[in-house]
């Protein structure tokens, strides 16, 4: 019995020492197996990597100097219209068909003109450059040929421009001006010369072309709807011709308010419990852009000392002439020294997917000279509404 647990024991130590070099060549080739599939992993998604960057430089440099495409952006319930095909053509006549019969409406450059044949002055806030195109068969006014260059290098990362057709209105507010449509183009990234590349279609009759002015504004775009306005250029339609195409050439200005409206406001001062009442009675605006019935509001916003207290809203109202709001907001305020303080009124027109503003009042110690003259008012009349109308700017 000794002799066979000899046997089987020796026979035990040969059968594994037989099997250990035998598992371990498996083990060896199996790791040697699985770090060649991971290197060319690697590999492989490195490529992917490599092709996807060049492709999206690609993207961008197409976007940033493309001109061919068209694309038409409806922005706060304002619809948009195809280029109808008359006013397509006499686009894309030749250059030396281009001609200026006005020199009120800028100076005139080539289309092949680039930023280096223009001088740009040291304070310069930027060139944009546009065509328009007035059709008088069809009641229409062509924009196109957007492109800016000289902007500020902030302005060069998301850049817009947001065009605004404007018509006077007769009344006994001086400036009152009614905006017939607005349009935002589409937004161009990382160009310091962007190419909109945007037609727009006003409709616009033939009485009122002495009457109306185009404002466009170039924007620093912001996904926040922060957007900042560089700068903006103003043409008016009086001196265009029809049936004639002018390219002008104009340097950017200091962006202005237009009056589209007035607002009736009451303020009431309440030092014991560290309130400010703000009453919002009536507002005064143009006539709605379209037919259909649209719904109005209002938002004031209270900030002082750099602080933004809670924005308070107005209940809906329909969009009139003369839309009655009567309605008190109470908000609270340090003490009476530090009462330097300002309110904003913003209103409106709500749509089913949308809104849009139709104009702001500011009211404050710091402001124009009415809004100041109000806030005096208000501190001086302890716990007495003092009701003055102020102008709706946009």
Known sequence: EEQDMIQKSSVMLDLHSLQMPFSNTWKYGILALAILFLLVALTILTCQMCQLQKRNRTRKKKRCHSQGWVRIKAVNSIWGKKMPPLLHD?????????????????????????????????????????????????????????????????????????????????????????????????????????????????????????????????????????????????????????????????????????????????????????????????????????????????????SCRRHREKHQKSRPRAHTPLIIFNETFLFHMPEPPAWDCTVLISIYEVDSDSRHLIGQATLGKRRASEAADHWGLMIKSIQQPVAKWHPLLI
Not at 208 to 214: A, D, G, M, P
Not at 257 to 265: R, T
């Open 90 to 302: 006499a686009a894309k006549q030749s250059n030396t068909d281009i001609k200026a019969s006005t020199p009120t409406l800028g100076r005139m450059e080539d289309l092949s003109s680039t930023s280096s044949d223009l001088g740009l002055l040291p304070g310069s806030r930027g060139t944009l450059k546009f065509s328009l195109l007035y059709c008088r068969e069809r009641c229409e006014l062509l924009l196109t040929g957007l492109e800016a260059w000289g902007l500020p290098s902030r302005g060069c990362a998301e850049a817009a421009i947001r065009v605004r057709l404007l018509r006077q209105v007769p009344s006994h507010i001086p400036g009152l001006q009614c905006m017939v449509q607005e349009w935002q183009s589409r937004v161009v990234k990382n160009c310091c010369r962007p190419a909109f590349g945007d037609h727009f279609v006003f409709s616009l009759q033939d009485a009122e072309v002495e009457k109306s002015t185009l404002k466009l504004e170039v924007q620093r775009f912001d996904k926040y709807s922060r957007n900042a306005v560089l700068g903006e250029v103003r043409v008016t339609l009086s001196d265009l011709k029809a049936s004639q195409s002018l390219v002008l050439c104009k340097e950017l200005q200091k962006t202005t308010k237009d009056i589209v409206g007035e607002v009736l406001v009451s303020l009431k001062c309440l030092p014991i419990s560290q309130r400010i009442e703000v009453g919002l009675l009536k507002a005064k605006t143009t006539s709605p852009r379209s037919a259909a019935e649209k719904n109005v509001y209002a938002r004031i916003d209270v």
